[in-house]
């Protein structure tokens, strides 16, 4: 009896330990046999309103990295979302599987049931994995879902105000690490060519920049090439390329002990979530190898941005852009700042996020 018991309370213990280190408020695992669905919805902080965050369809290799992702995800959301100043708090959500192999209309309105049932303290919207018809799925069985198609009345995909927050947070980056935010002639690897990445390279192609592209999905990367002018590398070689600017696009961690020994770029500036392995010991090695690092919760907001005029009652497309350019003077704000006390911008970022989060707390202390 103790033999069996041990594993078991060793994982518990193990589950525990992950959500109290990263001071979530909420985690529900939703499984239903008869679909197949297994999800994990984290709810990590929601001082500034309901935990707003989108849902990750991904083949996971493990539960226990489904959990840890989906973790750092929710985390990430609330500093995205009080950087931006938006009134909306931090969640994300993982369902394990193959999303071109395991998606149905069932699994998704079955997830759609568990959202419900948190009666708001949790809005849903797209992710890796999932488009705006999905949405739709969901939303048969929930109100608290975002990111639907204009037609219904909703923001449709983010993919396009991500790829503009990630544009001209890079050209900010640039300004700050060469004097100049024209990225003409600037050579950059983008890793990672999903919806966000090729609306990415759209903007950095009219800019007359030289681009190499890998992803892992083979007929992403011809579509690209067929498209724009680009130069098509492996997946580990994009690490290798001769770039200005390096702009991980697809899954995080990426900025890590072996990457950062390879990388010869200047700038990192993309669109991916969690892009540091460790936010400590990577952040501060982009600083002392003098990479100028723009934290990723800062300048891929423009998706939940765009998401949050939706979820406000009226979709609002002029206010989305244009409050998605401002990601511009963020990114200068958290660089200059770094900049200035010589510190890891992921640091002051996570700071300048925390001391909003809890000035709010503060008055809703009070009566």
Known sequence: MTTETQPLVAAESNIFAQIDELGHEQ???CHDRHTGLKAIIAIHNTVLGPAMGGT?????SSESAALEDALRLARGMTFKNAMAGLHLGG????????ARKMKTEALLRMYGKFIKNLN???????DMGMTERDMEDIAQETSYVAGLPEYRGGSG???GMTALGTYVGMKAAAKKAFGTDSLEGKTIAVQGVGSVGEILIE???KEHAKIYV???FEERVKKIASRFNVIVVGTEEIYDVPADIYS??????TINDNTLERLKAQVIAGCANNQLADEDIHGTACMRKGITYVPDFVINSGGVINIATEIAGSYNRAWATAKTEEIYDRVMQVLTVAEQQQRNAQVVATELAWQRIQNIARIKATY
């Open 120 to 126: 708001g303290k949790y809005i849903t919207a797209e």
């Open 56 to 60: 990750r369809m991904w083949a996971y």
């Open 214 to 216: 890998t992803d892992v």
């Open 91 to 98: 969640g994300k959500a993982v369902i394990i599987g193959d």
């Open 27 to 29: 985690v529900v695992f």
């Open 203 to 205: 903007y950095l192609s």
């Open 157 to 159: 995909s983010p993919s």
């Open 248 to 253: 991980p696009c697809a899954m995080g961690a």
